[in-house]
T-cell receptor, first 114, second 110 residues
Framework: NAGVTQTPKFQVLKTGQSMTLQCAQD?????MSWYRQDPGMGLRLIHY???????DQGEVPNGYNVSRSTTEDFPLRLLSAAPSQTSVYFC?????????????FGSGTRLTVV | QQQVKQSPQSLIVQKGGISIINCAYE??????FPWYQQFPGKGPALLIA?????SEKKEGRFTISFNKSAKQFSLHIMDSQPGDSATYFC?????????FGTGTRLQVFP
């Protein structure tokens, strides 16, 4: 089992460009979420999903879109990248249909916006 | 407004010593309190977790102490080892969202 797979591992974008960060899990987990990690700020929740077809906003959703068409995939879209979105992004999943259980994290995507 | 406050920001401990990291929360709807360990270049990994119906949970050298009335919880690492050097995050969750603290960088010196 691969667990939670994130691609790409590294990405450099120019301001205003768009891109999609991919996240896939092969554990049949219902709950998936996206976090960004910045120095001194810990991990902040961007968006989450309790199952296919259901998404909701986290702590810092502005500038990001998500969709959940399948149980396995939960892509994160940046429509117009800004330097403030330079960060390390982590995708996580949980076997339960709610947040209050253990998470499995991916290895992260390091994004730089210039 | 930070929902989960974590301290200290960094911690230096000698090998064999006890490492203690503290967290406090505001939201009384939180019912799950995990600790995650993160090594450089890796994603966080679940270390240990507690629910508010118990005051303490121990797994090997790692212990969570939980004080529901004070809305505080802490991680104790006994007999700290150089391999424990990592960043530790506390977190708190209700049914919808898992909210993290800002992290503690632990360095254990031989």
């Amino acid at each position: 089992n691969a667990g939670v797979t994130q691609t790409p591992k590294f990405q450099v974008l120019k301001t205003g460009q768009s891109m999609t960060l991919q996240c896939a899990q092969d554990m049949n987990h219902e709950y998936m979420s996206w976090y960004r990690q910045d120095p001194g700020m810990g991990l902040r929740l961007i968006h989450y999903s309790v199952g296919a077809g259901i998404t909701d906003q986290g702590e810092v959703p502005n500038g990001y879109n998500v969709s959940r068409s399948t149980t396995e995939d939960f892509p994160l879209r940046l429509l117009s990248a800004a330097p403030s979105q330079t960060s390390v992004y982590f995708c996580a999943s949980s076997s339960q249909r709610r947040a209050n259980y253990g998470y499995t994290f991916g290895s992260g995507t390091r994004l730089t916006v210039v | 407004q930070q929902q989960v406050k974590q301290s200290p920001q960094s911690l230096i401990v000698q090998k064999g010593g006890i490492s203690i990291i503290n967290c406090a929360y505001e939201n009384t709807a939180f019912d799950y309190f995990p600790w995650y360990q993160q090594f450089p270049g890796k994603g966080p990994a679940l270390l240990i977790a507690i629910r508010p119906d118990v005051s303490e949970k121990k797994e090997g050298r790692f212990t969570i102490s939980f004080n529901k009335s004070a809305k505080q919880f802490s991680l104790h690492i006994m007999d700290s080892q150089p391999g424990d050097s990592a960043t530790y995050f506390c977190a708190a969750s209700d049914t919808d969202k898992l909210i993290f603290g800002t992290g503690t960088r632990l360095q254990v010196f031989p």
